[in-house]
């Protein structure tokens, strides 16, 4: 059996010539783009220079093209030019990693989940709005950078909130611990791994503070060496818990952030600005992220979702999905929800942290 992993790789691409009368705007999208994202490398393209403007301008051209179609196919998100304008759509889903990785794993994800009869699931039910971002269990949002590390970004972010909300401390782990150290338990730190093994290991290892363990991958792409030298916080948590369908993360959501699994690698989360997504391809999971919260908003019901791309990106980091679709979710949402189980009394129904 194979293992979805989470991984980062890239591919090169041709892009069209961009016409004369569209020149002068893109070069002003273009100045734009490099004074608010040009200083980070990880954001260019393999084999792309900020040097070869033409290059640049044709990229921005098929985005801006890109840009227009998906606005027609989601008309309550907005997209626009951002941190990932400069990929082509190959490009994009190759960085965020559509792949497996072979191999005997250390722990293959259930098999029961390769025989669900996903359509006949329920629907995600009633529920009362929550958003974990508005209580003090939530971190600022990460940047897992030039990385395939999204997997222990989105352990790491459960575990702190599971452990804020039965301790009223909020921590920041270490995430690079997990990317440099788990390698040694059949994770591959840069080129991927699963979120629900990451959560066992956490509990089971301790964890080192971002302070004295800072994150490096992302600027160096290396998993980095192990080191055991820091202090490590110990939880009061039992191991990962599996949820199932949209039902279980929408019920599970009520006591806590949730590990997800989503298809990123694609046009709608490369240029996503804002609203709630109501269109996505959902054929292969590829990134791991953290639901924080459902609400609704004209009548539409969505899943509030924390990513691991940095600030700069979506709605200040977070991206709203369409909630009640069925099946596995919108852009696969519903597939692999984990989260670490709070031992002894139970959590609190709403975010009263």
């Not at 490099?34 to 290059?55: I, K, M």
């Not at 791994?193 to 290991?201: E, L, Y």
Request: hydrophobic fraction near 35%; aromatic fraction near 8%; charge should be negative.
């Amino acid at each position: 059996m194979q293992r979805i992993v989470f991984a980062s790789a890239i591919a090169a691409t041709a892009f069209a010539a961009v016409p004369a009368d569209q020149r002068e705007q893109l070069t002003a999208v273009m100045k734009t783009w490099v004074d608010e994202f040009g200083s980070d490398a990880s954001l260019l393209p393999h084999g792309a220079s900020l040097d070869n403007v033409d290059d640049i301008l044709s990229r921005l051209y098929a985005t801006q093209n890109t840009i227009a179609s998906l606005s027609k196919q989601n008309p309550d998100a907005k997209f626009g030019v951002g941190p990932f304008s400069l990929f082509s759509s190959a490009e994009f889903a190759e960085h965020v990693g559509k792949s497996f990785k072979h191999g005997a794993p250390k722990r293959v994800l259930r098999r029961e989940n390769d025989s669900v009869d996903w359509e006949s699931l329920p629907s995600s039910p009633a529920a009362s709005p929550v958003d974990w971002t508005q209580s003090k269990c939530v971190n600022q949002i990460k940047n897992q950078g030039n990385c395939g590390s999204c997997w222990a970004f989105s352990a790491a972010g459960v575990i702190e909130s599971a452990h804020c909300i039965a301790t009223g401390t909020l921590l920041d782990i270490a995430e690079q611990q997990a990317v440099s150290c788990e390698v040694e338990d059949g994770q591959g730190g840069c080129e991927g791994g699963w979120p629900a093994d990451s959560i066992d290991w956490m509990v089971k290892t301790g964890m080192c503070l971002t302070k004295d363990y800072p994150y490096t991958s992302g600027t160096t792409g290396q998993n980095g060496v192990c080191k055991t030298s820091c202090a490590k916080q110990t939880f009061n948590l039992d191991g990962s818990v599996e949820l199932k369908g949209e039902a279980g993360l929408t019920t599970g959501i009520q006591t806590q952030p949730i590990s997800v699994a989503v298809e990123a690698g694609n046009d709608v989360w490369q240029h996503y600005k804002g609203g709630v997504v109501s269109k996505c391809p959902g054929a292969q999971s590829d990134h791991a992220v953290i639901a924080v919260g459902i609400d609704s908003e004209n009548g539409k019901d969505y899943y509030k979702i924390r990513n691991s791309w940095g600030a700069k990106w979506g709605e200040a980091g977070y991206i709203r999905l369409q909630r009640g679709v069925g099946g596995k979710g919108m852009c696969n949402v519903g597939e692999y929800p984990y989260y670490p189980k709070i031992k002894g009394t139970p959590a609190p129904t709403k975010p009263a942290c």
